[in-house]
């Protein structure tokens, strides 16, 4: 077996490993533990870098290694490190959890590897459940006043019906074709999808990953968690967890593309419902973190747009946004924790006058927001052109204007945070100092949001050529 | 349609200028308020140094598409970055660059926030630039929605009057009209079969009657939304008032004829049987907004809503010609444009200046204020007087051409649109009588008039529109050389 196959998550265990000693010590050091963390994730992102390319089947070929698998192991592990980055102030996790917070971090990265890799069904669904048992333990951790621990249940809840629903869906597709492995139930799913025992087995199985994206109907925990988990921890499930989920969901839906009519009718119909209803909702929200909650409802949509295609152009804007996401609800979320540096709940009011006391994350939440409405010129906005367009090559005339005009529902909200941030008055809030990593890392983001937006072209070759293993 | 490549990226000089400035002024500090006006200044000028270059060395004689660029952008999604420029939207390259060149000088006495502002103000230029030069639908729609939401920020930041609730209702209203163009846009793209968003090519396509009808009509209210087309207009006048000087002379000058403009460019251009079916909707639209426009403004007392209801009824005018689909009123609606911006940018120019000293707007407060400040008064009363349409100026050349074409296809929302010129004529007189005219306002009475320098960018304004007024001819034998062929292709 090539070790450069499997290389990923092997350091990644070995960091895990590391992490696991650093919880048996018996005097706390947050910020040794942080340096750690930081080379460890910074020497992953090199890692996955370095991997990119290699091609290859492990485990009885359960497990594939291409060019699809290793982009978003690369998005996965620099999702680790970027949230890494933002951990230095944990002051709302005791200190001495703080290695514990790390261990399982890494761990649910390797989850989310080995699941975009997987290429049979056991395999996505232990691998799928790795990367959710570390989150049930991470979203609980913060120390809190009981909101925590109703997240947590919330969260462990929601995820172990999915979980239910997708055995359920897995048995279905199992019974009908007598295989486990995608590559030989392929073929066989033409036909099986015509008839509701395929249908059934389908959408179920994707239950467990429509949960992770937030899709109507398993979008219920986002909210709560976002509002409950540590602002670290929300980021890391708003960033990472959903490029895993996508790039899962990219590979289960290929399954339906032969044919299915009414297999597709009803992911246009979860894609519809999931934006509208996400947009609606975070208009009325006041707390910063539920309204990227909601909005990552609304954006779930968008995904399942782009996916629903089925088509290489769906795919490739479907890849493209899901690296451009993200990029671009870090920036955000990164401008959060560095405001609640405390770790509070920040309201949106809070974050008033924020030019002025620090302008340099007034310029990147300005850019994550526009982003993340869709506005030019940003990854957000050719992200979300692409998938319009593949959908609407596909003849989704009405999904596309309801896409449409959702993009100017969530202006609303979106501009409201723009709006406190730039002209309220800051009154009594204290000014905001950075240091200079953060600096750095705010002009990494402000530029890679604009230079991918204006210059898309090698991104989307990348996506190309990363699709051509799925389809 | 011919192209000829540049010899050097003149339109790309043109549309990073700004953007080179925007970027010098991230790193400049915000107590540098000379510096910060001066790169302002200097990378406006040198867009409109570019912009008066490609008007006069536009070769008529050639005719076709010159100083072509085109480079592939994305191939997979055939995205081409492509521009170029013909009779069409050379003047409106001018337009843009006097009014952004006028409007940083207006702003010189800025004291608030004024690093941000320059920047925002930068790169909604920088869309307006890119919306008129670019051939590629993509890039059109990316400039288009540049140039859009700055303004929210401008607005709300440096503007008055209930600016939280018009920077709002404006953004609304316009992501709106995007959120119709997008699903037009993408249909024309996905049943080309040809799967570029090249205009040019996708003129060649011929698409079945009943896409160009749905993508025609998606794009003409998209579009619309921002020409302030009647009943989609409400968003304007309230916008308008509340923006800061500058970004009035922008949006009203130049951001409104991009939607006009768009409308011709890739709505007519590329759905021409779409058009045939919609247009006695758009003359009527367009009557509508004339009337309505010219009535509503005789009702206002405060000066930056009569110009605001005076511009609805000319981009009424605007888009009445386009609706006639004739050579006299495409030539007419695109002199308009033209014309209608300097002028426009002129009247805001004046107000926000008499504005910035009195703080008040309300006609009978001001009284007679000629004899207040002359100057700044006559500005005032060019304007007014360009508005009604006064030959010698550039408008009046650009009413008349439009509303020989509309007698001639459309002869009762044609006469209906003359007489509601005439009465707002006799209005725009009256608003003048009683401002600038009665016994002065005791208060005001200490002030100066304008300085030769901050009188400068005013100048400019008042001199195009006379050299245009004199020798219309320079401007519709340029726009002749696009317009002919452009109706051939329809």
């Given at each position: 077996?090539?070790?450069?196959?499997?290389?990923?998550?092997?350091?990644?265990?070995?960091?895990?490993?590391?992490?696991?000693?650093?919880?048996?010590?018996?005097?706390?050091?947050?910020?040794?533990?942080?340096?750690?963390?930081?080379?460890?994730?910074?020497?992953?992102?090199?890692?996955?870098?370095?991997?990119?390319?290699?091609?290859?089947?492990?485990?009885?070929?359960?497990?594939?290694?291409?060019?699809?698998?290793?982009?978003?192991?690369?998005?996965?592990?620099?999702?680790?490190?970027?949230?890494?980055?933002?951990?230095?102030?944990?002051?709302?996790?005791?200190?001495?959890?703080?290695?514990?917070?790390?261990?399982?971090?890494?761990?649910?990265?390797?989850?989310?590897?080995?699941?975009?890799?997987?290429?049979?069904?056991?395999?996505?669904?232990?691998?799928?459940?790795?990367?959710?048992?570390?989150?049930?333990?991470?979203?609980?951790?913060?120390?809190?006043?009981?909101?925590?621990?109703?997240?947590?249940?919330?969260?462990?809840?929601?995820?172990?019906?999915?979980?239910?629903?997708?055995?359920?869906?897995?048995?279905?597709?199992?019974?009908?074709?007598?295989?486990?492995?995608?590559?030989?139930?392929?073929?066989?799913?033409?036909?099986?999808?015509?008839?509701?025992?395929?249908?059934?087995?389908?959408?179920?199985?994707?239950?467990?990953?429509?949960?992770?994206?937030?899709?109507?109907?398993?979008?219920?925990?986002?909210?709560?968690?976002?509002?409950?988990?540590?602002?670290?921890?929300?980021?890391?499930?708003?960033?990472?967890?959903?490029?895993?989920?996508?790039?899962?969901?990219?590979?289960?839906?290929?399954?339906?593309?032969?044919?299915?009519?009414?297999?597709?009718?009803?992911?246009?119909?979860?894609?519809?419902?999931?934006?509208?209803?996400?947009?609606?909702?975070?208009?009325?929200?006041?707390?910063?973190?539920?309204?990227?909650?909601?909005?990552?409802?609304?954006?779930?949509?968008?995904?399942?747009?782009?996916?629903?295609?089925?088509?290489?152009?769906?795919?490739?804007?479907?890849?493209?946004?899901?690296?451009?996401?993200?990029?671009?609800?870090?920036?955000?979320?990164?401008?959060?924790?560095?405001?609640?540096?405390?770790?509070?709940?920040?309201?949106?009011?809070?974050?008033?006058?924020?030019?002025?006391?620090?302008?340099?994350?007034?310029?990147?939440?300005?850019?994550?927001?526009?982003?993340?409405?869709?506005?030019?010129?940003?990854?957000?906005?050719?992200?979300?052109?692409?998938?319009?367009?593949?959908?609407?090559?596909?003849?989704?005339?009405?999904?596309?204007?309801?896409?449409?005009?959702?993009?100017?529902?969530?202006?609303?909200?979106?501009?409201?945070?723009?709006?406190?941030?730039?002209?309220?008055?800051?009154?009594?809030?204290?000014?905001?100092?950075?240091?200079?990593?953060?600096?750095?890392?705010?002009?990494?983001?402000?530029?890679?949001?604009?230079?991918?937006?204006?210059?898309?072209?090698?991104?989307?070759?990348?996506?190309?050529?990363?699709?051509?293993?799925?389809? | 349609m011919v192209e000829h490549?540049?010899?050097?990226?003149?339109?790309?000089?043109?549309?990073?200028?700004?953007?080179?400035?925007?970027?010098?002024?991230?790193?400049?500090?915000?107590?540098?308020?000379?510096?910060?006006?001066?790169?302002?200044?200097?990378?406006?000028?040198?867009?409109?140094?570019?912009?008066?270059?490609t008007f006069v060395a536009y070769d008529k004689s050639l005719g076709g598409l010159q100083f072509v660029?085109?480079?592939?952008?994305?191939?997979?999604?055939?995205?081409?970055?492509?521009?170029g420029v013909e009779g069409l939207n050379a003047p409106l390259l001018l337009?843009?660059?006097?009014?952004?060149?006028?409007?940083?000088?207006?702003?010189?006495?800025?004291?608030?926030?004024?690093?941000?502002?320059?920047?925002?103000?930068?790169?909604?230029?920088?869309?307006?630039?890119?919306?008129?030069?670019?051939?590629?639908?993509?890039?059109?729609?990316?400039?288009?929605?540049?140039?859009?939401?700055?303004?929210?920020?401008?607005?709300?930041?440096?503007?008055?009057?209930?600016?939280?609730?018009?920077?709002?209702?404006?953004?609304?209203?316009?992501?709106?009209?995007?959120?119709?163009?997008?699903?037009?846009?993408?249909?024309?793209?996905?049943?080309?079969?040809?799967?570029?968003?090249?205009?040019?090519?996708?003129?060649?396509?011929?698409?079945?009657?009943?896409?160009?009808?749905?993508?025609?009509?998606?794009?003409?209210?998209?579009?619309?939304?921002?020409?302030?087309?009647?009943?989609?207009?409400?968003?304007?006048?309230?916008?308008?008032?509340?923006?800061?000087?500058?970004?009035?002379?922008?949006?009203?000058?130049?951001?409104?004829?991009?939607?006009?403009?768009?409308?011709l460019?890739?709505?007519?251009?590329?759905?021409?049987?779409?058009?045939?079916?919609?247009?006695?909707?758009?003359?009527?639209?367009?009557?509508?907004?004339?009337?309505?426009?010219?009535?509503?403004?005789?009702?206002?007392?405060?000066?930056?809503?009569?110009?605001?209801?005076?511009?609805?009824?000319?981009?009424?005018?605007?888009?009445?010609?386009?609706?006639?689909?004739?050579v006299d009123?495409l030539n007419g609606s695109l002199f308009?444009?033209f014309?209608?911006?300097?002028?426009?940018?002129?009247?805001?120019?004046?107000?926000?200046?008499?504005?910035?000293?009195?703080?008040?707007?309300?006609?009978?407060?001001?009284?007679?204020?000629?004899?207040?400040?002359?100057?700044?008064?006559?500005?005032?009363?060019?304007?007014?007087?360009?508005?009604?349409?006064?030959?010698?100026?550039?408008?009046?050349?650009?009413?008349?051409l439009?509303?020989?074409?509309?007698?001639?296809?459309?002869?009762?929302?044609?006469?209906?649109?003359?007489?509601?010129?005439?009465?707002?004529?006799?209005?725009?007189?009256?608003?003048?009588?009683?401002?600038?005219?009665?016994?002065?306002?005791?208060?005001?009475?200490?002030?100066?008039?304008?300085?030769?320098?901050?009188?400068?960018?005013?100048?400019?304004?008042?001199?195009?529109?006379?050299?245009?007024?004199?020798?219309p001819q320079v401007m519709v034998s340029l726009i002749k050389t696009a317009v002919v062929p452009f109706l051939q292709g329809?």
């Open positions: 077996m090539d070790m450069m196959l499997f290389g990923p998550e092997l350091y990644f265990l070995g960091a895990a490993l590391i992490f696991f000693c650093l919880t048996l010590k018996r005097q706390v050091n947050p910020k040794t533990d942080y340096q750690i963390a930081l080379a460890l994730a910074a020497g992953g992102v090199a890692v996955t870098v370095l991997c990119l390319f290699q091609q290859g089947e492990l485990f009885f070929k359960a497990y594939r290694v291409d060019l699809f698998s290793q982009i978003f192991k690369f998005a996965l592990a620099l999702g680790f490190f970027l949230v890494v980055t933002i951990s230095h102030n944990l002051s709302h996790i005791e200190a001495r959890y703080h290695a514990e917070y790390y261990l399982f971090l890494t761990t649910t990265t390797i989850g989310m590897m080995m699941l975009v890799s997987a290429v049979e069904l056991l395999t996505i669904y232990v691998a799928l459940e790795l990367s959710s048992y570390s989150l049930y333990i991470l979203v609980p951790l913060r120390r809190g006043d009981g909101i925590d621990v109703e997240a947590g249940i919330k969260y462990l809840f929601i995820g172990a019906v999915s979980s239910g629903f997708m055995l359920f869906g897995l048995s279905y597709i199992f019974g009908a074709t007598h295989s486990t492995y995608l590559t030989d139930i392929m073929p066989k799913m033409a036909q099986l999808v015509q008839s509701p025992i395929g249908i059934l087995g389908l959408l179920f199985s994707l239950a467990g990953f429509f949960f992770k994206l937030s899709v109507f109907p398993f979008h219920f925990w986002a909210p709560d968690v976002y509002q409950g988990a540590a602002n670290q921890v929300t980021t890391f499930i708003a960033t990472a967890s959903k490029a895993a989920a996508v790039a899962v969901l990219l590979r289960l839906v290929a399954l339906g593309s032969s044919y299915g009519y009414s297999f597709t009718q009803v992911l246009v119909l979860l894609s519809i419902v999931s934006m509208t209803l996400g947009n609606l909702t975070a208009i009325v929200q006041k707390d910063f973190k539920r309204m990227l909650a909601y909005s990552s409802i609304a954006h779930a949509g968008y995904f399942i747009m782009g996916i629903l295609t089925m088509k290489e152009a769906g795919y490739i804007g479907a890849v493209y946004y899901a690296l451009a996401y993200l990029v671009m609800n870090f920036t955000v979320f990164m401008v959060l924790s560095e405001v609640a540096k405390d770790g509070r709940d920040l309201k949106i009011v809070e974050l008033a006058g924020l030019w002025k006391r620090s302008p340099i994350l007034s310029l990147s939440l300005i850019l994550g927001i526009f982003a993340l409405a869709g506005v030019p010129p940003s990854i957000g906005f050719t992200g979300k052109l692409l998938i319009f367009t593949s959908a609407m090559n596909q003849g989704y005339f009405w999904l596309v204007l309801i896409g449409a005009v959702n993009g100017t529902i969530c202006l609303y909200y979106y501009l409201k945070v723009v709006y406190a941030s730039f002209f309220m008055d800051p009154g009594d809030l204290p000014p905001v100092p950075i240091s200079w990593p953060t600096r750095v890392l705010n002009f990494a983001m402000v530029v890679i949001i604009i230079g991918f937006g204006v210059f898309p072209d090698q991104v989307v070759r990348l996506a190309q050529a990363a699709v051509k293993s799925v389809l | 490549p540049a010899s050097f990226p003149y339109l790309s000089c043109m549309l990073l200028s700004p953007v080179v400035g925007l970027c010098i002024l991230l790193f400049m500090k915000e107590e540098w308020d000379f510096l910060i006006k001066c790169v302002s200044l200097v990378s406006a000028g040198l867009s409109l140094a570019l912009a008066i270059f660029e085109k480079y592939e952008w994305v191939q997979t999604f055939g995205i081409t970055y492509f521009v337009l843009t660059g006097i009014v952004i060149f006028t409007g940083v000088l207006t702003m010189w006495e800025l004291d608030h926030r004024v690093k941000e502002y320059f920047i925002f103000m930068l790169a909604l230029v920088t869309g307006v630039f890119g919306v008129f030069m670019t051939y590629d639908m993509f890039f059109f729609f990316l400039f288009y929605e540049i140039a859009v939401v700055p303004m929210y920020i401008l607005i709300l930041v440096w503007g008055s009057t209930r600016k939280e609730y018009a920077a709002m209702k404006l953004t609304l209203y316009l992501m709106a009209g995007s959120g119709l163009i997008i699903p037009g846009i993408l249909l024309l793209y996905s049943t080309s079969g040809i799967f570029t968003f090249n205009m040019v090519m996708l003129h060649g396509v011929k698409f079945s009657p009943w896409i160009q009808k749905v993508a025609f009509v998606l794009m003409f209210f998209g579009f619309g939304v921002l020409a302030a087309v009647w009943p989609f207009h409400t968003w304007s006048p309230v916008g308008h008032v509340a923006a800061p000087t500058a970004v009035s002379m922008l949006h009203a000058g130049v951001l409104m004829k991009l939607g006009s403009f768009a409308i460019r890739v709505a007519m251009y590329l759905c021409p049987e779409g058009f045939v079916y919609w247009k006695q909707l758009m003359a009527l639209l367009a009557t509508t907004g004339i009337v309505y426009g010219v009535f509503v403004g005789l009702a206002q007392t405060d000066l930056k809503y009569v110009i605001g209801y005076s511009s609805v009824s000319h981009m009424g005018i605007v888009c009445l010609g386009l609706a006639t689909g004739t009123g308009q444009m014309a209608h911006g300097i002028m426009t940018a002129l009247f805001f120019s004046a107000v926000g200046f008499i504005y910035d000293r009195t703080h008040t707007r309300e006609i009978h407060e001001l009284g007679g204020f000629s004899r207040i400040m002359p100057v700044a008064s006559a500005f005032f009363i060019t304007a007014a007087l360009c508005g009604a349409g006064v030959p010698g100026m550039a408008s009046f050349w650009a009413e008349l439009v509303f020989i074409a509309t007698v001639k296809v459309y002869p009762i929302q044609g006469l209906l649109a003359i007489a509601a010129l005439v009465v707002g004529a006799l209005f725009a007189l009256r608003v003048v009588q009683t401002s600038f005219f009665n016994e002065p306002n005791p208060k005001f009475v200490h002030f100066e008039d304008v300085s030769p320098f901050l009188g400068l960018p005013r100048m400019i304004l008042i001199g195009t529109l006379i050299f245009f007024g004199f020798f329809m």
